[in-house]
């Protein structure tokens, strides 16, 4: 299974010779998630997988003064703000196994 949507993935579809033969419609969640006790105020930054940044792009231009910056990947963006320890960065676009093994906290609202 591939995302269709995407110049990137036509792009592939061509380079591998893919045929589409059916589409899914996925339901994707992300959290805003950053060190515990940080709140949406404090952020200054996010980091995450650039379709990670894309799918939140709404929600992500509505915190004024939050800087976007592309990642390899969200688990590696996630993991690099709980070793950090900046306070002022979030990782949008991972879920509960970052919650879990990383110990970062869904932000709140200030």
Same mark, same amino acid.
């Given at each position: 299974?591939r995302p &269709?949507?995407g110049?990137? %993935? ?11 033969v059916?589409?899914? %419609?996925? &339901?994707v969640?992300?959290c ?11 952020l200054?930054? *996010? ?10 792009d709404?929600?992500l ?8 910056t592309a &990642?390899?990947d ?11 320890g900046?306070?002022?960065?979030g990782q949008?676009?991972?879920g509960?196994?970052?919650?879990? %093994?990383l110990?970062?906290?869904? *932000?709140?609202?200030a």
């Amino acid at each position: 299974m591939r995302p &269709a949507r995407g110049a990137l %993935t036509r792009a592939d579809a061509r380079r591998y010779q893919l045929h589409i033969v059916g589409e899914v %419609t996925v &339901a994707v969640r992300h959290c805003l998630l950053a060190l515990p006790g940080v709140a949406k105020a404090d952020l200054r930054r *996010v980091a995450s997988h650039y379709q990670a940044l894309a799918q939140c792009d709404g929600y992500l231009r509505a915190l004024p003064g939050v800087a976007r910056t592309a &990642a390899a990947d969200t688990a590696g963006a996630a993991r690099a703000i709980a070793e950090s320890g900046d306070r002022r960065a979030g990782q949008p676009g991972c879920g509960a196994p970052c919650l879990c %093994t990383l110990r970062l906290c869904r *932000v709140r609202r200030a």
